[in-house]
């Protein structure tokens, strides 16, 4: 990625500033590299440490507009890791030490922006220096790469600003705009909005009538939230192990698990079915099952936003009684931070509107007594203030316009993952028949037998090269507070061998193609 290139960094004394020095003179050859600082005694320092052909030193403030051109020459990457962070000015004017940083940041961008070719990444540890560099997040970053991130442009921000200007911050009609777009673009009835999924999955619980000494039955490969909304209820939690192949529920599992619940009367009264990273379980087993069993089936669609199964979108209800949504910034789209409930059914739909608002309602229908007049309501349950915003629904509806686009952007950049990986000692991704993912993640898993390094090794050697993987997930059962209700290892083997190999690569429809190379270059070199 670096080799010939001609590179410019800012900040290039400072601790962040030398590691990337460092790195890039030990995996690449760089043609030139001007470094920029303003401390003398660090320039010589640096110049010591690394006595390297092809690079240069410039004495400057990066603030000043015509030196910090004049050190970027003809260069073809300028690194900003500048900020006035550890110093004295920072601690005794940090209002002007968030100007400096931002002034700095924004001179490099016009560094960058005089020249097409030209790319621009940040790592600079100061916030108001790197929201300076992310104006142009339409240009490829050489810094560090998100495994996930919000993809917002100025209509985003315009609807946002839209409901500020208006007369309606909270309950207002955006709010119900942005649930009827979504019922309709997944075919269903009724789409129930709250501030997040976590408080979608719970109300979902109760409403499908979960309680003290029913059972919830879930995957132990996803977020805490799938199980803990059985807690919530007072519901005991058990787990159905993944399928080797999707890493989802195992249907086939879940058939022998609930013939011998049958038998010992342990059957669940809700299953959370996980899409885990955007693609749906074998529903329509599932649904077969229930409707055998007795059981509600809620589908945790979190990653699943703009997929489909069995030819319809997910959320259409067909193989669920609820389908939960989630709109927190690294999923397929967001509403900054926000959930949903979709179902078919109206009983339902009329019961979690009431438990997102306190348990209240306005409705005569609904009510014990005659209504006392136009400002009287009763709250005929106990519910919770899981209310989302008109400002969150804003943003979630001016999103969703954009939901074709973001998911076609990630389902090329997840077939050029299986292209460019195809060869690596890494096992990819597998499908679900009937199932399209909406890609949410990018999850292979390391074939160690093969590798030399460990597990461990190969994912901090990715975020040391400047590629922030995660891992999802850590099984639910072997977290602490679920070991104290009697689970341990052993208890569901794929998920415990899928968490000993499993990193989640980059994977966001702003990723662009040579980012992906970037990444692809630094798990070839640590597999390899």
Not at 242 to 259: E, H, K, Y
Not at 484 to 507: K, V
Request: hydrophobic share 40%; charged share 20%.
């Amino acid at each position: 990625m670096f080799n010939g290139k001609s590179i410019f960094i800012s900040g290039g004394t400072g601790s962040v500033g030398r590691t990337f020095i460092r790195r890039l003179v030990e995996q690449y050859k760089p043609k030139r590299l001007a470094v920029c600082t303003q401390n003398e005694l660090k320039q010589r320092e640096v110049q010591q440490a690394f006595n390297t052909s092809g690079m240069h030193y410039f004495l400057g403030d990066v603030r000043d507009i015509e030196r910090s051109h004049q050190a970027v020459g003809d260069g073809d990457f300028v690194v900003h890791a500048a900020a006035l962070k550890q110093s004295t000015a920072a601690q005794y004017s940090p209002a002007e030490s968030i100007l400096t940083n931002a002034d700095s940041a924004e001179n490099c961008n016009a560094d960058a922006s005089d020249n097409a070719e030209r790319q621009v990444g940040s790592l600079s540890p100061d916030m108001a220096a790197n929201s300076g560099a992310e104006r142009i997040a339409a240009r490829p970053f050489v810094g560090m790469i998100p495994y996930g991130r919000q993809s917002l442009d100025q209509a985003d921000i315009d609807a946002v600003v839209e409901v500020l200007q208006s007369d309606w911050l909270t309950q207002g009609p955006t709010i119900e705009r942005f649930e009827r777009a979504m019922s309709e673009r997944c075919q269903a009835e009724f789409a129930v909005a709250v501030c997040n999924a976590t408080a979608a999955l719970h109300i979902a619980c109760v409403a499908a009538g979960l309680g003290p000494g029913d059972r919830l039955w879930t995957t132990p490969n996803t977020f805490l939230a799938s199980a803990n909304c059985g807690r919530y209820c007072g519901a005991t939690v058990d787990f159905v192990d993944i399928d080797p192949q999707t890493w989802n529920l195992d249907a086939d599992v879940l058939a022998s698990r609930l013939a011998q619940a049958e038998l010992d009367g342990t059957l669940p009264k809700v299953l959370v079915a996980v899409a885990f990273s955007g693609q749906s379980c074998d529903m329509r087993k599932i649904a077969g099952l229930a409707e055998r069993y007795g059981f509600t089936v809620i589908e945790d669609a979190s990653h699943a936003v703009g997929a489909s199964y069995a030819g319809r979108p997910v959320g259409c209800g067909e193989f669920a009684a609820m389908t939960v949504f989630s709109f927190h910034p690294v999923k397929i789209i967001t509403s900054a931070e926000g959930g949903m409930v979709l179902t078919n059914r109206p009983d339902l739909a009329e019961r979690l509107q009431r438990l997102r608002s306190h348990g209240m309602t306005y409705d005569p229908q609904q009510m014990t007594e005659t209504s006392h007049g136009p400002w009287y309501y009763q709250q005929v349950e106990l519910g919770f203030n899981y209310r989302i915003t008109d400002l969150q629904a804003a943003l979630g509806l001016s999103q969703l316009g954009k939901l074709d686009e973001f998911v076609s952007r990630r389902r090329e950049l997840a077939a050029r993952y299986d292209r460019l990986l195809a060869h690596l000692p890494l096992t990819l991704p597998g499908t679900q028949a009937d199932a399209q993912s909406a890609r949410h993640l990018y999850v292979v898993r390391l074939q160690l037998d093969r590798i030399k390094l460990s597990h461990r090794q190969v994912f901090e050697g990715l975020r040391a090269a400047g590629v922030r993987v995660n891992l999802h997930y850590i099984p639910v059962h072997l977290q602490p507070y679920y070991r104290q209700l009697g689970f341990t290892e052993g208890d569901f083997p794929q998920a415990e061998r899928y968490y000993a190999e499993a990193i989640s690569l980059p994977l966001f429809p702003l990723l662009s193609d040579e980012q992906q190379d970037y990444v692809v270059e630094q798990l070839r070199r640590l597999t390899e």
